[in-house]
């Protein structure tokens, strides 16, 4: 397989307050463990600045107003309890925005099999009208929209595997039958959204995993519930929002996934992505905050995304 990574050094501009989980070593960690020999066959680039504007096929026209208005001239701006906006965030989301959408290009036009996109501030907590979770744009949902407004793609499918169920983007498609969202998440935990009976119009699919269960019990809700949905809503694009937060060292929720059950997933959604849409895959970084198990996460992903799927669904 042929695997695009994009990342991008501005990333570090977004600022949050000291301590903040969500902080610019996590990109540092990622490329890091990317640069191991290991990875040397990976295409890279560096992210391009997107327009902004196209954050309006998911959100209302006054949003990123709302965002440019609480961005201060210096320092660090308080959006919620823990979303926090700087004087440069804006321009690293654009970064982030540019790159994920330079990586869908690149996969829907054939220079690369699938994409992973190292890129902060995450964005499957923001929703239509509302910032949060450490989240600006919605940027996963930004590029479903443009794989159908730019390419014509009938049906595409995001599964979302970080800790915290993405309520954003369900918020965002949850009436729209032409997008699959599916997520994995901790229940209980924050945005406390993603109950199993939250099905919108037949396109979400949510399975809520308990504390303290680990990569087999994961394995068996892929096996079980996501996968046979997925293939059954047959996409023309798989997207992935990839939070490596559910990996036992991270220290806002309780899951026990270990880094080799990324691997394990990741080869799991290829296989669907073989048979349904001819291998491709973009993948966005969403969430993980312990930056030895968010590296260990993201190599296991990425060299399966590098290598091809192994096993078949039914193992």
């Given at each position: 397989?042929?695997?695009?990574?994009?990342?991008?050094?501005?990333?570090?501009?977004?600022?949050?307050?000291?301590?903040?989980?969500?902080?610019a070593?996590?990109?540092?960690?990622?490329?890091?463990?990317?640069?191991?020999?290991?990875?040397?066959?990976?295409?890279r680039?560096?992210?391009?600045?997107?327009?902004?504007?196209?954050?309006?096929?998911?959100?209302?026209?006054?949003?990123?107003?709302?965002?440019?208005?609480?961005r201060?001239?210096?320092?660090?701006?308080?959006?919620?309890?823990?979303?926090?906006?700087?004087?440069?965030?804006?321009?690293?989301?654009?970064?982030?925005l540019?790159?994920a959408?330079?990586?869908?290009?690149?996969?829907?036009?054939?220079?690369?099999?699938?994409?992973?996109?190292?890129?902060r501030?995450?964005?499957?907590?923001?929703?239509?009208?509302?910032?949060?979770?450490?989240?600006?744009i919605?940027?996963?949902?930004i590029?479903?929209?443009?794989?159908?407004?730019?390419?014509?793609?009938?049906?595409?499918?995001?599964?979302?595997?970080?800790?915290?169920?993405?309520?954003?983007?369900?918020?965002?498609?949850?009436?729209?039958?032409s997008?699959?969202?599916?997520?994995t998440?901790?229940?209980?935990?924050?945005?406390?959204?993603?109950k199993?009976?939250?099905?919108?119009?037949?396109?979400?699919n949510?399975?809520?995993l308990?504390?303290?269960?680990?990569?087999?019990?994961?394995?068996e809700?892929?096996?079980?519930?996501?996968?046979?949905?997925?293939?059954?809503?047959?996409?023309?694009?798989?997207?992935?929002?990839?939070?490596?937060?559910?990996?036992?060292?991270?220290?806002?929720?309780?899951?026990?996934?270990?880094?080799s059950d990324?691997?394990?997933?990741?080869?799991?959604?290829?296989?669907?992505?073989?048979?349904?849409?001819?291998?491709?895959?973009?993948?966005?970084?969403?969430?993980?905050?312990d930056?030895?198990?968010?590296?260990?996460?993201?190599s296991?992903?990425?060299?399966?995304?590098?290598?091809?799927?192994?096993?078949?669904l039914?193992?």
């Amino acid at each position: 397989m042929t695997t695009l990574l994009i990342s991008q050094q501005n990333y570090a501009d977004h600022a949050t307050p000291h301590g903040h989980p969500e902080r610019a070593d996590r990109i540092a960690a990622v490329l890091e463990a990317l640069s191991r020999p290991r990875f040397d066959r990976l295409l890279r680039r560096d992210a391009i600045s997107g327009d902004l504007t196209l954050a309006e096929l998911v959100h209302g026209p006054g949003y990123l107003g709302q965002l440019r208005d609480a961005r201060p001239a210096e320092g660090i701006g308080q959006l919620d309890a823990d979303t926090f906006v700087s004087a440069n965030s804006m321009a690293a989301a654009a970064t982030g925005l540019g790159g994920a959408l330079d990586a869908l290009d690149a996969v829907l036009l054939g220079a690369a099999d699938n994409a992973f996109c190292a890129i902060r501030p995450p964005g499957h907590h923001a929703e239509a009208a509302t910032p949060m979770g450490f989240c600006l744009i919605n940027t996963v949902a930004i590029v479903a929209r443009e794989a159908q407004r730019k390419y014509g793609a009938e049906r595409v499918a995001i599964i979302d595997f970080d800790v915290h169920h993405g309520n954003g983007t369900q918020d965002i498609f949850q009436a729209d039958p032409s997008v699959f969202y599916a997520s994995t998440h901790q229940m209980p935990l924050y945005p406390g959204t993603g109950k199993a009976s939250e099905t919108g119009v037949g396109n979400i699919n949510n399975t809520p995993l308990d504390p303290n269960s680990d990569g087999q019990s994961m394995r068996e809700a892929y096996l079980t519930r996501v996968l046979p949905a997925l293939v059954d809503f047959s996409p023309d694009l798989i997207l992935i929002s990839a939070g490596f937060d559910a990996h036992e060292r991270d220290p806002l929720a309780q899951l026990r996934w270990q880094s080799s059950d990324y691997g394990w997933l990741t080869g799991k959604l290829m296989d669907v992505a073989d048979r349904c849409c001819g291998n491709r895959i973009v993948s966005l970084l969403e969430g993980g905050y312990d930056l030895k198990g968010l590296a260990g996460g993201v190599s296991h992903h990425v060299a399966m995304l590098m290598d091809g799927a192994i096993g078949r669904l039914d193992e």
